[in-house]
């Protein structure tokens, strides 16, 4: 029996050590660890590697370990590099400012690290700035219990936010500090029915040939899911989101962001329903939401799908490139 025992933990060894550095103690499988995303990790990646769609093992099943534990992932661990492991990468991505190609590369794996590494935050409050702030104003926008700006920064709406939301769940009240209990609750309700928010109606300006009527169709579908090349009420990937809003007006636009950019005719002054251009993954438009007023646009994001977000957002402001308006 002792000599069996020997011959396993030299193949567990053996198995992952192209994959990965370990820790004491080794984990060698998931479905024999039954791996807990509340538990701490006790390894890193190796950032030498590329994890791409289509890969399979134990590189895959750790990945998929991690961005669920973080939320990010919300499917079985199984090991295959498919769709629903792509995306939760991408949105990893786009929250920490990486480039959005849904491959865990070498700055993917290291933020990973960077992040088992740090101390998890027992709480988060009034001052503090970041994109776990901003992954939490986004989650409480979709559950519809925030209407700010999603820019990272725990304000006196966020705080606000955070007091109903402890009040709706019978969360221990801690006067507007997000606990780690409290952080964890929000990041896996999947319940997207919380209370009307009242969105301030916005003014139409007269220069504008598309009227608020996109926008009350825009706001039809806030929470529904990002799909990579999604074109339906099930899930939209940015431009798939735009044409179908349009289309319901009865207004034909192209698929792609590009063919909508150009498409459009230049404005130098914002009006409600422009629609709104950013250079993300790739040099020229490649991102496009629907202006909504008050600094703010809609549009279907790769961490919370159809959502509200700001022009004045760190991330946003340094990656807009202009609007055009349709019609």
Same mark, same amino acid.
């Given at each position: 029996?002792?000599?069996?025992?020997?011959?396993?933990?030299?193949?567990?060894?053996?198995?992952?050590?192209?994959? /990965?550095?370990?820790?004491?103690?080794?984990?060698?499988?998931?479905?024999?660890?039954?791996?807990?995303?509340?538990?701490?990790?006790?390894?890193?990646?190796?950032?030498?590697?590329?994890?791409?769609?289509?890969?399979?093992?134990?590189?895959?099943?750790?990945?998929?370990?991690?961005? @669920?534990?973080?939320?990010?992932?919300?499917?079985?661990?199984?090991?295959?590099?498919?769709?629903?492991?792509?995306?939760?990468?991408?949105? /990893?991505?786009? *929250?920490?400012?990486?480039?959005?190609?849904?491959?865990?590369?070498?700055?993917?794996?290291?933020?990973?690290?960077?992040?088992?590494?740090?101390?998890?935050?027992? /709480?988060?409050?009034?001052?503090?700035?970041?994109?776990?702030?901003?992954?939490?104003?986004?989650?409480?926008?979709? *559950?519809?219990?925030?209407?700010?700006?999603?820019?990272?920064?725990?304000? @006196?709406?966020?705080?606000?936010?955070?007091?109903?939301?402890?009040?709706?769940? @019978?969360?221990?009240?801690?006067?507007?500090?997000?606990?780690?209990?409290?952080?964890?609750?929000?990041?896996?309700?999947?319940?997207?029915?919380?209370?009307?928010?009242?969105?301030?109606?916005?003014?139409?300006?007269? %220069?504008?040939?598309?009227?608020?009527?996109?926008?009350?169709?825009?706001?039809?579908?806030?929470?529904?899911?990002?799909?990579?090349?999604?074109?339906?009420?099930?899930?939209?990937?940015?431009?798939?989101?735009?044409?179908?809003?349009?289309?319901?007006?009865?207004?034909?636009?192209?698929?792609?962001?590009?063919?909508?950019?150009?498409?459009?005719?230049?404005?130098? @002054?914002?009006?409600?329903?422009?629609?709104?251009?950013?250079? %993300?993954?790739?040099?020229?438009?490649?991102?496009?939401?629907?202006?909504?007023?008050?600094?703010? /646009?809609?549009?279907?994001?790769?961490?919370?799908?159809?959502?509200?977000?700001?022009?004045?957002?760190?991330?946003?402001?340094?990656?807009? *490139?202009?609007?055009?308006?349709?019609?």
């Amino acid at each position: 029996m002792k000599k069996s025992n020997v011959t396993r933990e030299a193949l567990v060894v053996t198995s992952i050590a192209a994959g /990965f550095f370990f820790g004491a103690p080794l984990v060698a499988d998931a479905s024999e660890q039954n791996l807990d995303p509340t538990q701490p990790n006790t390894y890193q990646f190796n950032t030498n590697q590329i994890l791409r769609y289509g890969h399979t093992g134990y590189s895959v099943r750790f990945l998929q370990f991690e961005l @669920k534990k973080q939320n990010f992932y919300y499917e079985t661990i199984d090991g295959l590099y498919g769709p629903q492991t792509q995306d939760a990468v991408r949105r /990893f991505q786009k *929250l920490y400012d990486l480039k959005i190609d849904g491959i865990a590369g070498v700055e993917t794996l290291q933020k990973l690290n960077d992040i088992i590494l740090k101390p998890k935050p027992k /709480f988060l409050g009034l001052g503090d700035e970041g994109p776990e702030v901003e992954q939490i104003q986004e989650k409480l926008m979709r *559950l519809n219990y925030y209407n700010g700006k999603i820019d990272g920064i725990f304000g @006196k709406v966020t705080e606000s936010s955070i007091i109903s939301y402890q009040e709706k769940y @019978k969360i221990v009240d801690t006067k507007g500090l997000a606990t780690e209990e409290t952080i964890d609750h929000i990041l896996k309700n999947k319940n997207i029915k919380g209370p009307t928010i009242r969105i301030k109606k916005v003014q139409v300006a007269s %220069t504008n040939s598309v009227d608020s009527s996109i926008i009350s169709i825009a706001m039809n579908y806030l929470g529904v899911p990002y799909v990579w090349g999604g074109t339906s009420p099930s899930g939209f990937d940015c431009s798939g989101y735009l044409q179908y809003v349009f289309a319901e007006k009865g207004i034909t636009i192209p698929r792609t962001v590009a063919g909508i950019w150009n498409h459009g005719q230049s404005v130098e @002054k914002l009006s409600v329903g422009d629609v709104v251009f950013f250079q %993300t993954y790739k040099k020229g438009p490649s991102h496009a939401g629907i202006y909504i007023g008050n600094g703010n /646009f809609i549009h279907s994001g790769l961490s919370n799908g159809i959502s509200i977000a700001s022009l004045d957002s760190n991330y946003w402001k340094s990656r807009y *490139l202009g609007a055009k308006r349709i019609g």
